[in-house]
């Protein structure tokens, strides 16, 4: 089995759940703005949101031009004039108390950086990640973390990478894994980059032909196998 010297993490559902965190974070921006928030609004936002920020990854828009436009895109579509930067303020502001753990996030984590080097690697808003990393409790465990925001590019740019690389001592791709929930961000970033990739799938999501996994895991607790390292937490 291959022998890992550096890991690379995502943060959004590879081990912070954004899920839970953005759902309370539309809850309480809803709440404020005193607009009814339907299930179909939220179904709505999700494909406003996620085809936004898959131009950001293409590199057609700007990360400010994704959150800024999201949420008046949003209302728009629903009877409502909105001013979509002051809403991402509030919506930011209420997202940065979100920092549920993925299922094993903390004992694995914690395990892995005895034996790993551990680096953080994510599209999202510097701010808001920084301080969700450190409500949680897994800051101390990286050696370094890289925002898109921080480093002028994003995943799967190549350049992103070749930030992240020239800033990791003695960094060999070989030895490299990256872990990320995201195909095109994570996955096809990572193989472009020359490195192997690990595709945290929990819900089983069906895959495309040209962005195939070095592996796939549904539970971040299947790591331990791939890395042939002990689990000392169940053991």
């Known amino acids: 089995m291959k022998q890992y010297r550096t890991l690379l993490f995502d943060v959004d559902d590879t081990i912070l759940d954004f899920q839970a965190a953005e759902a309370l974070a539309l809850r309480l921006l809803f709440e404020d703005q005193n607009i009814p928030l339907t299930n179909d609004m939220k179904a709505q936002y999700k494909t406003i949101n996620q085809?936004?920020?898959?131009?950001f990854e293409e590199g057609k828009?700007?990360?400010?031009?994704?959150?800024?436009?999201?949420?008046?895109?949003l209302l728009k579509e629903y009877g409502y004039e909105a001013d979509g930067a002051l809403l991402e303020q509030k919506y930011r502001?209420?997202?940065?108390?979100?920092?549920q753990l993925i299922d094993g996030a903390f004992d694995l984590i914690s395990n892995l950086q005895q034996q790993f080097d551990l680096y953080i690697v994510t599209n999202g808003v510097s701010h808001t990640q920084y301080k969700r990393l450190r409500d949680s409790g897994l800051f101390p465990f990286f050696k370094d973390i890289f925002v898109s925001e921080d480093t002028g590019f994003q995943k799967p740019m190549e350049e992103y990478f070749?930030?992240?690389?020239?800033?990791?001592?003695?960094?060999?791709?070989e030895h490299t894994l990256i872990i990320g929930d995201s195909l095109t961000a994570d996955i096809k970033g990572g193989q472009l980059a020359?490195?192997?990739?690990?595709?945290?799938?929990?819900?089983?999501?069906?895959?495309?032909?040209?962005?195939?996994?070095?592996?796939?895991?549904?539970?971040l607790e299947e790591l331990y196998h791939i890395l042939n390292i002990e689990n000392t937490v169940s053991c």
């Open 51 to 55: 085809g936004l920020w898959r131009a």
């Open 162 to 173: 070749d930030y992240v690389f020239e800033r990791i001592p003695q960094f060999s791709a």
């Open 61 to 73: 828009m700007t990360r400010d031009e994704v959150v800024n436009t999201r949420f008046s895109a």
């Open 194 to 219: 020359g490195l192997d990739t690990c595709w945290m799938n929990p819900d089983m999501k069906p895959n495309v032909p040209e962005i195939i996994p070095t592996y796939e895991i549904r539970k």
């Open 93 to 99: 502001r209420f997202l940065e108390e979100g920092h």
